[in-house]
């Protein structure tokens, strides 16, 4: 998401003042973007910044700070790339792949390597590199002499980085509750965990855990409801020990009021899905409702994670908690067209309340507050494989049941379902019959008809006063249906998709290219404020309900 300066030319560059991987090095007469890169704009590469087809290198260079160059032990290089590249930091070669002269020519050919996940480069070695103030990180990108078929393709190059410290991952923050929290990160070598907290920023308290790991996460028990606590992360292996800066974070409430965030179907790498994360920061929110696609359009969602969701969001989820349902996308409903029903980089990615029936993650619920919040499996209403056929969404499935026992013994005044699969659009997925021989329906329906006809019923009998849904990429608003509220915001970063069919009941329709949004609930006592906001911070929408 940072702003490079790149240089696209039919030689080397040069400047009067060094060479062009130092800090000295004058690149104001060079374009300049947010990150990712990459010389197509179809799926899977919608990232922000698009490159010309015409040049066999590409040269990018952006200047950073470090405050304290001491305190960085580890070092980290993420990218997602294609073809071949070399990186620098403050002009010594930290890392490279395919390429082998040194240094590469202006039109040297890189072997062939595909863009499909990112790679972490544990380039620790060169952390004496660094410097206190001023830094630059240097890449050259190499087109391959083999390279995809078709005019899309030609000199195709994709570059997607990122320069970690410490940790290359997190610390985020998951599963929170009125007394427990878990914090999660991640080494580039085996350490232990340790939590130092506190209710000030002295800390005080410390939970820890020796087992060697890469992957981190320390749950913290006993807090208080409706507290403020100051945190930081530590990892030691051998001599070498990390650490965060401080964070904080706020318990939930057992009562009382509640602020949230709802986004869905981000995840795509555009301009868009990273413009949104400064304006939900400033909105402020207790949490934060994700209505599924957060990996969208990709051929694989492993080894996106953390560049279309986790290093994305991470200024907002070290201190707010993220609460996630899965979408089509997430189940493997890829850019390939294939299907492939499965959520293992999503299970072993969050952490998440489990529900009582299978003991997973798959659907859950919570409080806060005065708030009661569902949260549905429904990527498609039935799985195409055995993996999933225990979490199918039909009336009298273990899943429906599930529901309709929890809202029932929930005492909460305000009730929210969360989930991906709409249940109302003028968007595009008004015409879906997915379900049209589903026998569990029996209907020629459209599948939001499938889905009203399915959960109206249960949100009436058990007091919801609204749904959240993604999957259309529109912000969509709708007149009470029997009493119940839906809302669709499937636009939290995914290109916006045209109305096919206003519907009858639709009170608000946005939709406009590149143009991301989220909305921001407010509940005060028997009170709730609705507000669609756009990425500039600008309220576009509301709605009031007692």
Same mark, same amino acid.
Request: charged share 15%.
């Given at each position: 998401?940072?702003?490079w300066?790149?240089?696209?030319?039919?030689?080397?560059?040069?400047?009067?003042i060094?060479?062009?991987?130092?800090?000295?090095?004058?690149?104001?007469?060079?374009?300049?973007?947010?990150?990712?890169?990459?010389?197509?704009?179809?799926?899977?590469?919608k990232?922000?910044?698009?490159?010309p087809? @015409?040049? *066999?290198?590409?040269?990018?260079? &952006?200047?950073?700070?470090?405050?304290?160059?001491?305190?960085?032990?580890?070092?980290?290089?993420?990218?997602?790339?294609?073809?071949?590249?070399?990186?620098?930091?403050?002009?010594?070669?930290?890392? &490279?792949?395919?390429?082998?002269?040194?240094?590469?020519?202006?039109?040297?050919?890189?072997?062939?390597?595909?863009? %499909?996940?990112?790679?972490?480069?544990?380039?620790?070695?060169?952390?004496?590199?660094?410097?206190?103030?001023?830094?630059?990180?240097? #890449?050259?990108?190499?087109?391959?002499?083999?390279n995809?078929?078709?005019?899309?393709?030609?000199?195709?190059?994709l570059?997607? *980085?990122?320069?970690?410290?410490?940790f290359?991952?997190? *610390?985020?923050?998951?599963?929170?509750?009125?007394?427990?929290?878990?914090?999660?990160?991640?080494?580039?070598?085996?350490?232990?965990?340790?939590?130092?907290?506190?209710?000030?920023?002295?800390?005080?308290?410390? #939970?820890?855990?020796?087992?060697?790991?890469?992957?981190?996460?320390?749950?913290?028990?006993?807090?208080?409801?409706?507290?403020?606590?100051?945190?930081?992360?530590? $990892?030691?292996?051998?001599?070498?020990?990390?650490?965060?800066?401080? @964070?904080?974070?706020?318990?939930?409430?057992?009562?009382?009021?509640?602020?949230?965030?709802?986004?869905?179907? $981000?995840?795509?790498?555009?301009?868009?899905?990273?413009?949104?994360?400064?304006?939900m920061?400033?909105?402020?929110?207790? %949490?934060?409702?994700?209505?599924?696609?957060?990996?969208?359009?990709?051929v694989?969602p492993?080894?996106?994670?953390?560049? &279309?969701? %986790?290093?994305?969001? &991470?200024?907002?989820?070290? $201190?707010?908690?993220?609460?996630?349902?899965?979408? @089509? =996308?997430?189940?493997?409903?890829?850019?390939?067209?294939?299907?492939?029903?499965?959520?293992?980089?999503?299970?072993?990615?969050?952490?998440?309340?489990?529900?009582?029936?299978?003991?997973?993650e798959?659907?859950?619920?919570?409080?806060?507050?005065?708030?009661?919040?569902?949260?549905?499996?429904?990527?498609? %209403?039935?799985?195409?494989?055995?993996e999933?056929?225990?979490?199918?969404?039909?009336?009298?499935?273990?899943?429906?049941?599930?529901?309709?026992?929890?809202?029932?013994?929930?005492?909460?005044?305000?009730?929210? #379902?969360?989930?991906?699969?709409?249940?109302?659009?003028?968007?595009?997925?008004?015409?879906?019959?997915?379900?049209?021989?589903n026998?569990y329906?029996?209907?020629?329906?459209?599948?939001?008809?499938?889905?009203?006809?399915?959960?109206?019923?249960?949100?009436?009998?058990?007091?919801?006063?609204?749904?959240?849904?993604?999957?259309? =990429?529109?912000?969509?608003?709708?007149?009470?249906?029997?009493?119940? =509220?839906?809302?669709?915001?499937?636009?939290?970063g $995914?290109?916006?998709?045209?109305?096919?069919?206003?519907?009858?009941?639709?009170?608000?329709?946005?939709?406009?290219?590149?143009?991301?949004r989220?909305?921001?609930v407010?509940?005060?006592?028997?009170?709730?404020?609705?507000?669609?906001?756009?990425?500039?911070?600008?309220?576009?929408?509301?709605?009031?309900?007692?």
């Amino acid at each position: 998401g940072d702003v490079w300066n790149y240089y696209c030319g039919i030689n080397a560059p040069s400047s009067p003042i060094g060479v062009w991987q130092q800090d000295a090095f004058d690149d104001s007469f060079w374009l300049h973007g947010p990150t990712g890169f990459s010389t197509v704009n179809s799926d899977p590469y919608k990232e922000a910044t698009p490159w010309p087809h @015409n040049c *066999p290198a590409i040269f990018l260079r &952006r200047k950073f700070t470090v405050p304290d160059a001491a305190s960085v032990k580890w070092l980290v290089l993420r990218l997602n790339y294609q073809d071949g590249f070399v990186a620098y930091l403050n002009g010594q070669e930290i890392a &490279r792949r395919g390429l082998t002269n040194t240094p590469p020519a202006f039109n040297d050919y890189a072997d062939f390597h595909q863009g %499909l996940g990112a790679e972490d480069f544990d380039v620790s070695a060169s952390v004496g590199a660094l410097v206190t103030g001023e830094n630059v990180l240097a #890449i050259e990108m190499h087109t391959s002499v083999r390279n995809e078929s078709g005019l899309a393709f030609t000199n195709h190059m994709l570059l997607v *980085p990122e320069l970690l410290a410490n940790f290359q991952r997190g *610390p985020f923050l998951q599963n929170a509750s009125t007394n427990s929290i878990q914090i999660i990160w991640r080494t580039p070598v085996p350490a232990d965990s340790a939590v130092d907290f506190g209710t000030n920023q002295a800390l005080g308290g410390a #939970i820890s855990d020796a087992t060697l790991t890469t992957n981190h996460v320390i749950t913290l028990t006993n807090l208080l409801p409706g507290t403020q606590y100051f945190y930081k992360v530590r $990892s030691t292996a051998d001599a070498t020990t990390a650490e965060s800066p401080t @964070n904080s974070f706020n318990t939930f409430k057992t009562s009382g009021d509640v602020t949230f965030l709802v986004i869905g179907d $981000s995840g795509d790498g555009s301009v868009a899905q990273h413009n949104l994360v400064g304006a939900m920061e400033q909105a402020g929110a207790d %949490l934060v409702m994700h209505c599924g696609d957060v990996m969208e359009e990709v051929v694989s969602p492993e080894g996106q994670e953390d560049l &279309r969701c %986790l290093s994305v969001y &991470r200024p907002l989820m070290g $201190s707010v908690p993220f609460f996630f349902a899965i979408g @089509n =996308h997430d189940a493997g409903d890829d850019a390939d067209g294939v299907n492939r029903d499965t959520v293992d980089w999503f299970l072993s990615t969050f952490y998440l309340p489990t529900n009582s029936v299978f003991g997973t993650e798959h659907f859950y619920s919570f409080d806060h507050g005065d708030a009661h919040f569902a949260v549905l499996y429904v990527p498609w %209403l039935m799985a195409s494989s055995s993996e999933l056929t225990n979490y199918e969404m039909y009336a009298g499935s273990a899943q429906y049941c599930w529901l309709t026992n929890d809202l029932a013994v929930s005492s909460k005044p305000w009730k929210f #379902i969360f989930l991906h699969f709409v249940m109302d659009t003028s968007g595009n997925h008004r015409f879906d019959t997915d379900n049209q021989d589903n026998p569990y329906f029996g209907t020629t329906n459209y599948d939001w008809q499938v889905m009203q006809d399915l959960l109206l019923p249960v949100a009436q009998s058990y007091g919801v006063q609204m749904f959240f849904s993604g999957h259309s =990429h529109d912000y969509e608003r709708f007149m009470p249906i029997c009493g119940v =509220h839906l809302n669709v915001n499937g636009c939290g970063g $995914s290109e916006d998709t045209p109305m096919e069919q206003r519907d009858p009941a639709s009170s608000q329709f946005y939709n406009s290219v590149n143009t991301s949004r989220f909305t921001k609930v407010t509940i005060h006592g028997d009170s709730l404020l609705l507000q669609g906001i756009l990425a500039d911070g600008t309220v576009f929408d509301y709605m009031t309900l007692q």
